[in-house]
């Protein structure tokens, strides 16, 4: 293991050597305060911590740039806190790749609102806690799947997001994994259902019974690979390395075959979707992602695969019956997640499947809007760093929060019409096709 890692790296090394600093996109070595700070916005550092002693830190952009809608004090005289929470591997990193004209959480901010990153437990931000190593060799940091980002990352996130605003609820924002943490709060802790305003879910995540991804094939052997890493002392995976995505970084940048092999890595796993995929950003992208979690939430969704179910973290019969009474592991009641749910999803994800959202969306009580992006391409990475999420996904989220507090300006959206017969089609529907290229510009509306 040790020489195959040793043999990446001095491919890369022998690779990049003739590169010079100038070649080097510098914004691989910031971090998301330095590019928060780089591009206008400013930002605040706060940190949470959980009912089990995580430590967990929250990206806070309070305002929009100067010249940016509602960035003005005098302007926006209550900002709606939202909660923006990244997808598997990712960080609050995810929300800021892009220009602030592009960036989902820059697009936010400058609109408006008051906006906050999360990290959910085992990243980057997200990697101490009160008594327990990370680095330990018992492990027991890296004790923790997806269940328990749900049932205390997000309430804690909540809590103290609310208590800093003085406000009662928020609106939250998820991501791939960030929509499972949604689902799995709310499910198990029906209580916080009033804390939410609206969720948005972009290519939600619940049962993943039918993804297309190269993953589905490894979900057989989780629950030896997963053993098998306990005993080699392996608890955490793919954590960030600064050193080497700054190898890949120039990697990428050296030879075009290269970069295409990069780019077409995240296809692979999400669906490919050359077209809406920015190249420019892919060094930076790659400088903060993968940014770790734990092994045992890797197994967690490999257990999804084969059962077909969103259920709770499967032990073995003995473990389970001293957890939950019961030899298998109970599923999460859906009907719990009471809060108004909007689902975005898009045909060519191979991680959130149409047929896994569709049977999501038919479990959820109170599902407002469940919206096929109008591009076939669309996939999972899309959502966050497609070249047209400022047109197909960002408006849509802005727009259906204003509707009550800017109805004036809303009166055209989707959103805020979903039973309007123009728009009825794009609920699961067929997507429109004007301005030549297949769908409305969303910004039109704002």
């Not at 939202?82 to 820059?106: D, N, R, T």
Request: glycine share 8%; hydrophobic share 40%; charged share 20%.
């Amino acid at each position: 293991m040790m020489g195959g890692q040793a043999g990446s790296v001095l491919f890369l090394f022998l690779l990049t050597s003739g590169l010079t600093d100038g070649d080097i996109n510098p914004d691989i070595y910031l971090d998301v305060p330095g590019l928060i700070t780089k591009y206008g916005f400013p930002v605040e550092t706060h940190i949470v911590q959980t009912e089990d002693g995580y430590l967990l830190t929250l990206h806070r952009i309070p305002h929009g740039r100067a010249g940016g809608t509602g960035q003005d004090q005098n302007q926006v005289v209550t900002r709606d806190p939202v909660l923006m929470q990244h997808g598997l591997l990712s960080s609050s990193s995810c929300w800021i790749m892009g220009a602030p004209e592009k960036a989902p959480a820059y697009m936010m901010a400058d609109a408006g609102y008051d906006v906050w990153l999360g990290n959910a437990r085992g990243n980057t931000y997200a990697r101490n806690h009160t008594t327990l190593n990370p680095d330990g060799k018992d492990g027991k940091f890296w004790d923790f799947s997806w269940d328990e980002m749900g049932r205390f990352d997000v309430p804690a996130m909540i809590d103290y997001i609310l208590a800093q605003t003085g406000h009662t609820s928020l609106y939250y924002v998820g991501h791939s994994m960030g929509t499972t943490m949604f689902f799995t709060a709310m499910a198990v802790r029906p209580e916080y259902n009033s804390k939410v305003k609206a969720m948005f879910g972009l290519g939600p995540v619940a049962t993943v019974k039918n993804i297309r991804s190269p993953i589905r094939y490894l979900a057989p052997l989780a629950s030896e690979m997963e053993e098998l890493l306990f005993l080699l002392g392996r608890y955490e995976f793919l954590p960030h390395s600064k050193e080497f995505t700054a190898w890949v970084e120039k990697a990428c940048a050296a030879q075009k075959y290269v970069e295409l092999m990069c780019m077409n890595s995240l296809f692979l796993l999400t669906g490919f979707d050359q077209a809406e995929f920015n190249m420019t950003w892919l060094p930076v992208i790659l400088a903060n992602n993968p940014a770790g979690t734990s092994v045992r939430t890797i197994a967690h969704y490999a257990q999804g695969v084969e059962s077909g179910k969103f259920q709770h973290f499967d032990f073995g019969a003995r473990e389970n019956m001293r957890r939950y009474h019961q030899r298998v592991p109970p599923l999460y009641n859906l009907k719990n997640v009471v809060a108004p749910v909007g689902l975005l999803w898009g045909v060519n994800d191979y991680l959130a499947d149409p047929k896994d959202v569709a049977r999501l969306a038919a479990g959820l009580p109170h599902v407002v809007h469940d919206v096929r992006m109008p591009r076939p391409a669309f996939n999972h990475i899309d959502f966050i760093w497609g070249i047209d999420a400022d047109k197909l996904v960002v408006p849509f989220l802005i727009c259906w929060q204003r509707r009550k507090d800017m109805p004036d300006r809303c009166n055209s959206c989707p959103a805020c019409t979903p039973r309007d017969e123009q728009w009825l089609q794009y609920d699961r529907g067929q997507a429109l096709t004007v301005s030549g290229k297949g769908y409305e510009p969303w910004t039109s509306w704002l």
